[in-house]
């Protein structure tokens, strides 16, 4: 079956203490996006990548890492989180870098920082 | 700075009716517009994308889009209770500086509420 994953669902942390967020598409996409959603404020990108090695800010870049070292994995890394990071984050992807290829969404991940 | 604006309702429409739900952009450049629904607490999932001026019908779902007013809208005929849900606009295209964008802007959502 064609899917973005994302793990974990759900997490529960402590300020400052590094984690990351696996994202892996299975669909041989060039575009993979991170974004993440808060209560009246949208979806908003975080950071994305073209393609292997390629990775861009995007608009709430600030605290968080990626990394594109294959094609299939897009890792969200927080190396010091804080409690404004606590939000709904979600992974995508795309068939290539282009205006006309719909983004695919992972089931999220629910990140909670104390 | 790419900006989409949506109504956030809720829009309440009794089953069977046709719901209407609308989405500005304001980059007179943008290329391809996409329309999500997403549950409570789940993903987005693609409903529609359209590309060229006017109607795209898939189903119970139309899309229109009028580049020339920077609008595009999402029917929905026969309304279900099941298609209650949060509508996401979602815009792509160049950015106002020319250069190669390919990121998608999402408008806040639409709360969709269908009454049995």
């Known amino acids: 079956e064609a899917q973005v994953t994302q793990n974990p669902r759900y997490l529960i942390t402590v300020t400052g203490k590094k984690l990351t967020v696996t994202c892996s598409q299975n669909m041989n996409h060039e575009y993979m996006s991170w974004y993440r959603q808060d209560p009246g404020l949208g979806l908003r990108q975080i950071y994305y990548?073209?393609?292997?090695?390629?990775?861009d800010k995007g608009d709430v870049p600030e605290g968080y890492k990626v990394s594109r070292k294959e094609k299939r994995n897009f890792p969200l890394i927080l190396e010091s989180p804080s409690p404004n990071q606590t939000s709904l984050y979600f992974c995508?992807?795309?068939?290539?870098?282009?205006?006309?290829?719909?983004?695919?969404f992972g089931n999220g991940t629910r990140l909670t920082v104390t | 700075q790419k900006e989409v604006e949506q109504n956030s309702g809720p829009l309440s429409v009794p089953e069977g009716a046709i719901a209407s739900l609308n989405c500005t952009y304001s980059?007179?450049?943008?290329?391809?517009f996409f329309w999500y629904r997403q549950y409570s607490g789940k993903s987005p999932e693609l409903i529609m994308f359209i590309y060229s001026n006017g109607d795209k019908e898939d189903g119970r779902f139309t899309a229109q889009l009028n580049k020339a007013s920077q609008y595009v809208s999402l029917l929905i005929r026969d309304s279900q209770p099941s298609d209650s849900a949060t509508y996401l606009c979602?815009?792509?295209?160049?950015?106002?500086?020319?250069?190669?964008?390919?990121?998608?802007?999402f408008g806040k959502g639409t709360l969709l509420t269908v009454n049995p």
């Open positions: 979602a815009v792509n295209g160049p950015g106002q500086s020319g250069g190669s964008n390919y990121k998608l802007t």
């Open positions: 990548s073209m393609n292997v090695e390629v990775t």
């Open positions: 995508a992807s795309g068939r290539e870098a282009s205006y006309n290829s719909p983004l695919h």
């Open positions: 980059d007179r450049g943008s290329q391809s």
